[in-house]
């Protein structure tokens, strides 16, 4: 079946730090692959996505690429800013299945001044 | 973007009460949509997928009965909660895919808090 797994939070991190959290996935065929951001008390909002093998995904200084050899999709920062603190979801879309999310357990990031 | 508006933003009902939920595609129609199921601090669990015109698709272990989806337009889809309880207190989340945006994308709604006392 599809899954996701996502790295545990929740990941503290001071202002100006590298951030990496990591995303791999288990699918048939070939997903496309997202990470989603949930500020509190808000929806979702699509922050990067990526379609195909070797792709790069980016937006905001946010960067991740689809790696089908290890099956991943980290998400990357070189510089966090306090403004960065919410939840981090990574999602696939299942080969043909447009519209369907498969969505990982989410992190937590906490961005301290 | 693609707009999709989710009514209300928060509820709070009686027990054995029901109630609705709409999801609605503002500047496109939508033949699908989702909906997904967030409990605190928890990550999103597909529910169902609602088509226009059909009957909704539900995941494995969703009650049916319990969660009535209706899709009668290209532009709404409704969640109605029936006979809630407090166990049924979540975030519900609507999502809509816009087919002239690729074949991979959906936008999300606001979601829904209920909370049922």
């Known amino acids: 079946g599809n899954s996701v797994t996502q790295m545990e939070g929740p990941v503290t991190l001071s202002e100006e730090a590298f951030l990496t959290i990591n995303c791999t996935y288990t699918a048939t065929g070939y997903p496309s692959l997202f990470w989603y951001v949930q500020y509190p008390g808000e929806g979702l909002q699509l922050l990067l996505k990526?379609?195909?093998?070797?792709d790069k995904g980016s937006n905001k200084g946010f960067e991740a690429t689809y790696r089908k050899e290890t099956t991943s999709f980290h998400l990357e920062k070189g510089s966090v800013q306090v403004s960065d603190s919410a939840v981090y979801f990574c999602?696939?879309?299942?080969?043909?299945?447009?519209?369907?999310?498969?969505f990982g357990q989410g992190t937590e990031l906490s961005v301290k001044p | 973007g693609a707009v999709v508006s989710q009514h209300p933003s928060w509820v709070i009902c009686k027990s054995g009460t029901s109630v609705k939920i709409e999801c609605r595609s503002l500047d496109f129609q939508a033949t699908t949509m989702f909906w997904y199921r967030q409990f605190p601090k928890q990550s999103l669990m597909l529910m169902a997928t609602s088509n226009e015109g059909s009957k909704a698709t539900y995941e494995q272990g969703v009650e049916k009965d319990k969660f009535l989806i209706n899709h009668a337009s290209l532009t709404l889809s409704t969640l109605t909660v029936t006979s809630a309880h407090p166990e049924d207190s979540s975030f519900y989340i609507c999502?809509?895919?816009?087919?002239?945006?690729?074949?991979?994308?959906?936008?999300f709604g606001q979601g829904t808090r209920l909370t049922v006392v």
């Open positions: 990526a379609t195909k093998a070797d």
């Open positions: 999502s809509a895919r816009d087919p002239w945006v690729g074949n991979t994308e959906a936008f």
């Open positions: 999602a696939l879309t299942p080969y043909n299945q447009g519209g369907k999310l498969i």
